[in-house]
DNA sequence: GCACTCCTGACCAAGGAGGTCAGGAAAGTC
DNA sequence: GACTTTCCTGACCTCCTTGGTCAGGAGTGC
């Protein structure tokens, strides 16, 4: 139930990529300096993005990264999908392939909410929305609770 | 973003624990066979829940497991927190404390929203409605979509 | 031809996941 | 007091992931 640097870092670099817009290709270099991240391991990252098809990229002079879509359509949930795989598994498998015994039986309708309830914000969140500030609603919802901010 | 065994077997035992009510201690061996789950790896689960203070043991003969509250005051998120840490935290520190520079500024709201998403349906849920069957509204209300059902 | 930038695979150290094993320590029974 | 039962604890194990680094190759632009 953690969030990995990868996803961090992955979103973070998309971010700015949304943000230069159709600025032409930006430099894995810039994008490693804007968010403060290990170049090297930026690039990777990117790598699996493109593989994705959520980046594309260009060698050479002038070369660099840039969105294959215009940031209102590339989710965040996407983005955390491509470099960490399906989202709310359960030991590796997807809830609702999961049979439970006993008296666990219902316990495969919490682990689908909980997917559901992570979808509700990740897939709701675009680029978009994250770089211009005015975040869906589901979001302020959530976060308007100071409860929310606290840790437990 | 994915749940551990550890985290599965852990509501697991406890719900069992919870349907036997106030029958005297469970064997650990009783639990492993109920929930299929290995013995020698599920004692170490139960003794990192009794550290918690989630459940009560007894050893030697008539000893074994129960809960140390009522099944209604033992919610899903104080398990996963026992055996797995901190819910949602990013890069393994809580995400109130992070600062984001550049475009991301505004990441910081979205990870704490689905943190606050992930408490509002971990947090509801206790063993007495996972035994019962009859979840809190937040769970049925998420579960009702048949999207929430297939994979993506 | 040369500089620039991405692309790719190999590697690496540390830690976690998912266990198993062996023995010790309390509690009950005879 | 001996014996059985059951939990308690630490050590160990294998495999995989995390969070990187390094070295070189392959396009691209001038």
């Known amino acids: 139930m953690r969030v990995s640097a ?6 973070r670099a998309a971010a700015e990529l949304a943000a230069a817009g159709d600025e032409g290709p930006v430099k894995g270099e810039r994008l490693a300096e804007a968010q403060d ?4 391991f930026l690039e990777h990252i990117l790598l699996e993005l493109k593989h994705h098809g959520i980046v594309r990229a260009r060698r050479g002079a002038k070369g660099g ?19 960490e795989g ?6 590796s498998t997807p809830p609702e392939d999961i049979e439970y ?26 680029l978009a929305d994250l770089v211009s ?19 437990r």
């Open 65 to 83: 990264y840039w969105l294959a879509r215009p940031a209102d359509e590339v989710t965040i949930a996407e983005i955390v999908r491509a470099v």
């Open 133 to 151: 500030g005015e975040l869906p609603s589901v979001v302020g919802d959530l976060t308007a609770d100071p409860d929310a901010w606290v840790a």
């Open 37 to 40: 991240i290990p170049l090297q």
């Open 101 to 126: 015994r006993g008296h666990a039986e219902h316990l495969q309708e919490v682990w689908i909410a909980v997917r559901a309830s992570l979808r509700n914000v990740l897939e709701e969140v675009t």
């Open 86 to 91: 399906p989202i709310a598994h359960v030991q």
């Open 6 to 11: 990868k996803a961090d870092y992955a979103v």
